[in-house]
């Protein structure tokens, strides 16, 4: 059988949790959920990772990326949606595979006049 994933934002109105629930039930190899489905929801990370493991499932997390516009020639959106956005985002990837990414946080703000 091919390795068919399952994509979070097919049912954008349930939880992330509750959507891994569901592929897992209906058992599909992995499912891609997608971050802004993750904060808009404010689903568990550790819940979604522990879930997936029980179901023997994989999964990818998609960065936050419909709302990100880093070329463009407002100076606010570059430097502080954009960046608040993608930390968002990697503090959701790291719980849900506890790694710590603090120092990329650091960087990121260190680095905020360079961008």
Do not use: C
């Not at 930390?87 to 849900?96: I, L, P, Q, R």
Request: aromatic share 10%; proline share 4%; net charge negative.
């Amino acid at each position: 059988m091919e390795n068919i994933y399952f994509s979070s934002t097919l049912r954008w109105h349930e939880p992330a949790e509750q959507v891994v629930r569901q592929a897992a039930s209906d058992q599909l190899p992995g499912i891609e959920i997608w971050a802004p489905h993750v904060f808009f929801h404010d689903s568990d990370p550790l819940v979604i990772r522990k879930t997936t493991e029980q179901a023997g499932m994989h999964f990818t997390m998609h960065a936050p990326s419909w709302d990100l516009n880093s070329t463009s020639f407002d100076r606010s959106v570059r430097l502080k949606q954009d960046l608040q956005t993608v930390v968002e985002g990697m503090d959701t990837t790291s719980a849900s595979w506890e790694q710590n990414l603090s120092f990329i946080r650091q960087h990121f703000q260190a680095k905020e006049h360079v961008i």
